[in-house]
Each structure stands twice: as structure tokens, then as C-alpha cells.
């Protein structure tokens, strides 16, 4: 075993020297020009993400394809070792070998990353976890190498099934919150694909002959790869069918507030033209470059729940960036030359650094600035969206800042209750005051939303407050502006209707001490329904497999809006199931199967529809039959009597030529 | 202990519709020098494959030292060395660290004999393997399976692609082993010369169906051949059992039988020919006439003759 390990990682270590040059040489290049943290930059993110995975893929499947040609698998395989040693040996040094392409110009890129003065950017240890993560991604896509080079498959058809398994489980990794969840997730990819490159390996590819566990593994990781590559090839053809006139893009109407408090409705027309009418519906003669011109200047703001214990896992994605490089430092906006500021959520602390001598110059507080030589002041809470890395505006769930980075000073704003916490905020400049003197300058207007109220900033200053009269989920964002008349207008916008009876959007106005002045209520937005032909739709649904048809008809079950019927996707689902059952029944016949083996592979393709006749043509290998010369009929070749009538195949036919003789050695005979 | 090391049962083979190898049943008895012959594609490398558990059977069943094939345990394959069709090797090891890659698997290697082999073949033990020659490859191949000491040697067309020095070198070292009874070699060949050298036991496999199963001397005695001479053109032959190969000429026939006997002597008397002769027949002539088109025909060249004087 010994030997077939060393002989694994000389042969190969040619690859994964070339693998390791290639990803040193793009990581050096990303951790030299990039601004802002290396580690998670979005590019190396792509290196680690995409390149690790190649170097695993490619890795596994050369360790089999070179000794696969020229004959030389009989030359390794043929020795006094059981082949699962032989695999445990390839796989060691497969194993070594890419965590040696792979891990090697990591730990350089993270050790020079480490090493203050080189990068002007935060560094903390939990920023390798996310590569560290992807370093084990590549794990799975290794054994996906493996299999796909070992098992009897297509080169052109369904050769590189096996690598979905591992794509799935790094589209999920790479939502991971940590780098356990990722592990996780590869750990379980690696106990289906382990088992079913194995299993491919001793048994020189085939199928049929393993065990059930192994056929099941096998299965797993091929089903992934007919998923995937059935998704994206339905995708490509009702795309180029849509192109071809059937066009199911939906044209929503929206209001638009103007500068003096009117409010119109505009519609995009399939011409890509923009009709705009009153309330009422009558026709105004503006065009939508009009619209926007005199469209009122507002600050929007998204009203969402900013609890995490009651919040869905992607909005806290979403809304705390604790996914990905914003977990870790936020590059924030520019404000003088060689200073680039961070905000660091997990210190959550602003910290400044040098872009020449790449060094921490300072970090700012809820107290203000501190020098380098301080360590830099948490402010209280983690703040929420990074959208507020172009803002002075800092808020967290209950307490808010007016951080002004070029000034380099931090100013407390207002802290709130827990039961009225921060639903939203933004911030907004105001040039109506400006006019003509160059010498004033425009009003920073600062909007925070609790449950109850809207609290109004002006530079930095509490100027009053708006009692918050509607709010998510029916109402999902709000505009608020100042009118040329110098009232306040809040715009609370809902969601689409859809067909159910859903709130309008508000419109409030107030005087400038956030007095309610004017209040007008909107008629609903309806959301116009998809314009595809009927028969599109429902080729669309028949090509989903019926399971997943009915799963997404019933997380739907409660928008009204949706477009199917119960009935008519009952209908469709048991009509699809039941003809791709029928057809696995037929198709079930070119395979020499085991007992249960067709009733099982009918309720697969009745589950997953046309994936699941693709994953059965792609798994199992095809056994010719031949006419059975005592009954007749379609006899499977590789059973020793016909499944019909028992009857044993007829032996070659003798034509007198024959000799057949065990006789002595010549040898034997010698020394007899 | 059993006395055949090698016995195949109804063993077959399918790549999708088309049969490979169509229920082969025979035996290899212990201490053999047995040749597989067949042209190609006859399925001599998928019976070698199956042998070595390197290829599922379709059909049937195969053992192999008294084990499943499809389930040689390790110290089984201990006992069996192969040479692959080709020779092939792990190129970029030198001859020495080949021996040495080799022996950490094969605890009685023979160390003398693999320098004895290699000294034969002439072949420098700091050569890369990808850097040898044909008959180098195969002579190291041959050293590399001979040195583990195997009870069975199976080799698959050995002398493929070797001038005839390395042939013949092969084949010493070939005849070498079998010195040492016990000792069986299974092989596959399209060099008839070199079987009738140093193989005591034939088959021929002919378009994926065995045929001929036997030692050489049965072969010899069963396959003949038989030149009638006429007075005047010979007449159209009747069926004749067992026929393999029919030429005429102007006024002969000249016949390869198998299995020659009362049936075909009542036949050709019949004929009334002049003169019925018993010629001489080689091991290569009458492999060919079981490989050729069988029955009644005339050479490639008397046919491309009569075309141009017909012109």
C-alpha cells in the first residue's frame, strides 16, 4: 500500500505543483491589489470557491484516468492487495496532494495578510474560517473527480453527473453562517460520494454488481448532477422560447410622489413605453424622463424586523451582512487621502488605517477618535445593513449614531426602548435651502424608524418626530421628502396585491414640526398576471418534476395570486408521475433488474418525473437481449436461462471442426 | 490440489448487442504452456480480462487457481503474474525503482532472477521505462512477473510488436520457467512460429467461439492435410465433415480437414481422383485454415491473376 501511495504522489505531484503555482500566483495578485480585507474580498472569494474545487475535480479524476489508459490499470490493479487498499492509498495521496496545491499558498496568503504593515486592512483569525471552509470544499469535488473518471458512464452525456452532489453542497456551503455549518455540509457530501467512488473503483465502474449502499451513494451523487443539469437545460430552452415572442416579463404600475405633494400612477407598456395618469385614471401628458425630473427628492427607507430571534435566516443575511466578507469588515467611504476606514462588525468598532504605511492609524468610538496606540471603543451594538457604509448614519437595533469620518468624530443620536425598537433609517441632504449662496450648505436630514415613531435629524439634531401610522409587513417601505412648500411627506408603500384584497399606499403630510396636515389613501397596486400562453404555462409545470411541483404549489398555498389551481396541479402532477412511471416500467425491461427493482425505479421517475428517467438511463448499463429459440420471446443475455420459460442457452454449434482434449503437460509428461 | 489451474464454464461476454466471447468451456491443466489463438477481436484479451477478474462476465463462470475469478482474493493473485497486451508499465520509473515498486508487494520476489532477465534483455537499470523499446518493455515485463515467482503466468499477445531477436528471446526465458514443472503459462498469440516452439496446449477461439481446446499433438494428429490430383479440372467438392479450407488448382485439391476420419476418407474416394495424398501440414497452415473463411475456396493472388487475363 505503501508503494501505491508513493507512486500516487510522484505521479501527481506534477499536477498539483501546477495547481499550486496557479492559485498562489492569483491569490498574490488579489492580496496585492486588492482594497480592503484580502481574505474575504469577493475575487478571492472566487479563487478559493471556484478554484479549489477544480483542483480537487481534476486531481481525482487524473489519479484514475492515467492509470485507466494504455492498459495499465491491469499492471496496478493485478497484485496481492485487495483494491480497497489500492483506493485507500490513492485517495491518501489525492488527499495530500490537494491540500498541499490548495492549503500551501493559503496559509503564505494568510500569513502575510497576519503580518501587520502588509495589508491595510482588520485582520482576525475568523476570517481564514471562510476559506479555510472552502479548502474543505474541495474534498468532495475530489471523490467527484474520482467517481466520475471511475464509473461506467458516457464522456458526452452523463460522465461529469457525479460533480452535482458537490456543487450542491457548495452553493449551500457558501451561504453557510460558519465554519461548522460548512464542514457540515461537506462532511455530508463526502459520506454519499466516499462510498460511491469506491464502490466504482473495485468494481470497474459498473453498477449492477455492488451492494445496495453503494448503489444508493451512487445514485445520490448522480441524481444531483440530472437535477442540475435538467434544471439548467429547461431553463435555456423556455428562455429561448420566451425569446421568441412569448414574453413573461410583468410590467408592475408604481406611484410617484412629483416635488408638490401630486401623486401619479405610471405603468410600463410591453413597448417599453410609460403611460402616467391621475388617480382617477385619466391620461397626463408627461412623459417618464418628466416624471423624473419632477419627481419629489426622498429618503427611502426599508421598515423590517431588526430582532434576530425573529428573524428568517436570510434576512439576517441580509440585514447584518453575517454571511460572506461583510461579516467581517465593511469597507467604508472614502474621506481623505491614504485613509481607508473599516467598520468591523464582530469588534464593532470603526477602525481607520494607512494605506501607505498600511497600518492601523486610528480607530473612532462612541467618545470620538483614538490614536493607533488605543485600542479602538466598541460602540454598543452591531449595526444593521450595509447600506450605511456610504452613510453617516449608524444604527443598531436600539440606539443610533451620527458618525461623521472626516471630521472623525462620533455623535449619539438617541437611544430607544427594547419594545420599540429600530425598524429602519436613512439619511438624506436637503438643497432646497441652498438656493443661490454658495456659502450655505445643504441640510443632512437624518430619518430613524422605530415601531412607533419616525425621528427627524437635521444636522445632527433632534428636529421632531412623526407618529409611524402603518407598518411592515403590509406596508414594506416608506419615502419621506420635503416638499418646495416645506411640508414633510411620508409615502407608505404596501406590497402588490395580487389579486387578494391588500391596503393601498398612505400618503401623509406634515408641516415642519411633524404635525399630520394631509393625509390621502391610495387606491391598491394590482400586479398584472403572467402574459405566457396558457400552453407554456403548463409545458413550464410539466417539465418541473411533480414533486417539487407540488411542494412549491403548497408553500403557495396561501397567495391567492399564484397562478395554478389546486385541481389543475393535482391533475398535472398525477398525470406527469404516472407517465414517467409507466415509462421507467417500460424502460426497466433493457435492464437485467432484481426483484422490487421496477416497482422502485416507477415510484423514483413518479416522484422526479423526466429527472428521474434521465437518472435511471444514466445509472444503469443496458443488457442486450436475444430471441429465446424455445419461447420466442426477448430473453435477457446475461441471465444462464430465459426469465420466460427456463430454458438454458444453446451452446455454439458444432460444425465438425472442433477438438477439445484436457490433456497432460508437456512438462508432467517429462518428469512422469 | 487440483490438476487444472484454469477452467472456464459457459463463459460469456457481451459489449452491448455484440458477443464477444460465446460460452467458452475449457480447462488449463497444471504445468501447461497453453496458447490462445484467434485473430483479432476473436475475444482473446476479454477471456485474459475476465480471467483476471478485470472484466465482468456476462454469463458463466471462471476459476483460476481454484477461485472465482470475479473474487481472487490477494494472496491468489500472489500466485498469478500478468503481462498486459502492450507491456504496460508506469513510465516515468526507472527499471530499478520498477523492481523495487514491484517487489514491496510479492514477499518471495526473486531478486537474482529479475537481474538475470534484465541482463538478458540487456536492459539499464537506471532506464526510464517510457524510454525502452519494445522488446525492452516486454522483456521487463516479463522479468517484473517472472521474479514474483508465480504458479501462473498469464500474458496477453506477448510478442506483439517485437523483431524477431526479442521473440526469441522471449521465448527462451519463456521455456526457462517451464523447466520447473508446476509452473503453467497461459498466453495469447497471433505468432503461430512461436507457439509451435514452446506451447504444448491450443486453442483457437475463431469470431468469439472456441473451437479447438487440446494438446499440440492432438492437433496435429486431428487436422490434416489431403492433395487429390485429377485427370482433368476437379469436380465440385461435396460437403465434407469437419472441412476447413478447400483450394483447387488446374487439377488438384488440395484439403485441410479436422478431425479426419471414415466419414471423409468414404467422401473423398468417391471423388475418383488419380492420386490421394497425404501432405505435410504446420501448426501455423492449419491454425490459419481454422481462422480463415472456411470451405472451398481459391488464394487472393490466382484470383487477382484470372482478373488480369480475363482484362
Redesign the interface.
Known sequence: M??IFL?EL??NAKWALLMLVGLGLLMTYQTVTQNGPPLVSYPMHGITVLGFPAAGFVLGMLQVLQDRR??????L??????RTRVFVAKVAAGILLYFGATAIPLAATVWWVATPGHVAAPFEWDMVAARAADLLGGVPWYLAGLLAAAREARWIGSRLFPAGLAFIAAVFADFALSFGEAALLYAGAVIVLLPAAWGAFVA?G?YE?KAAPIRLAQGVSVAAGVLIAYMVAMGLAFGLVESLGYNTVVFSPQYAILHDGQVVRQTAAKDGTTQVTDLQGHALPLTADEISRLRLTASEIMLRETDPAKMKRSELEDLYGIQGGDAYAHVLYPTEQYVQWYYVPSRQTIEGFNTVTRRLMGSIGPSGFAGADRTPESFPERFIDQLYAFNNLKIGRTTAYDVNLQMRQAKFLFTTTADDTIIGGNEWSYQGDVGSDPSKLPAQYDFIVTHSTIWVYKNANLDFKIPLEYSYPDYFSLEIGRMTNGRFLVHYQAGYAMGKPEPGDEVVQTDDRGQIVERTELPPLVLPGPNEPQWLQLTETAAVPPALLAFLVYEERDNPGQPFSWRMVAIEVMVIGCISAVAAMLLMRRYDSRRGATPLWMAICFVMGIPGLLLLISLRQ???RETCPACGRQRL????RCEYCGMA?V??ER??????????????A??G | MSN?VIETS?L?R?F??K?AV??VT??V?????FALLGRNGSGKSTIV?ML?G???P???SASVLGEDCQRLS??T??R?A?V???H???D??RVGQLE??QK???PDWDGHLFAKVVEHFDLNIQARAGHLSRGQRAGLSLALALAARPELLIMDDPALGLDPVARRTLLETMILM??D?GH?IFFTSHVLDDVERVA??VAIIDRS?L?????V???HA??KAVVLEFAGPPPQMPKL????ESRRTANQVRLII??FGPDAERIIASLGAMSVNEAALSLEDAVIA?LGR?GEQTSLLSDIKEIGVAK
Open positions: 505503501k508503494a507512486k510522484r505521479e494504455r492498459g495499465r490499470w491491469g499492471f490493479i493485478h497484485r496481492p492487495i485487495g470497474e459498473e454488481s443496458v443488457v442486450a443475455i446475461s441471465r444462464e442457452f451452446e455454439p460444425v465438425g471442426i472442433e477438438i477439445f482434449e484436457v490433456g497432460v503437460p508437456a512438462a508432467q517429462a518428469h | 487444472l459457459g460469456t457481451y452491448g448487442r458477443c460465446d460460452q475449457m480447462s491443466p497444471r504445468g501447461a504452456v480480462r483476471l478485470l472484466l465482468e456476462t454469463r458463466g490477494p494472496a493473485r500472489g498469478i500478468y498486459a497486451e502492450g504496460p508499465l508506469i516515468w520509473m523495487d515498486f514491496s508487494f510479492y517451464t523447466r514443472a503453467t504444448d496446449h467461439i473451437r479447438v481446446s487440446c494438446p499433438e492432438t492437433f486431428r487436422v465433415p469437419g472441412l476447413l479436422a478431425n481454422y472456411r
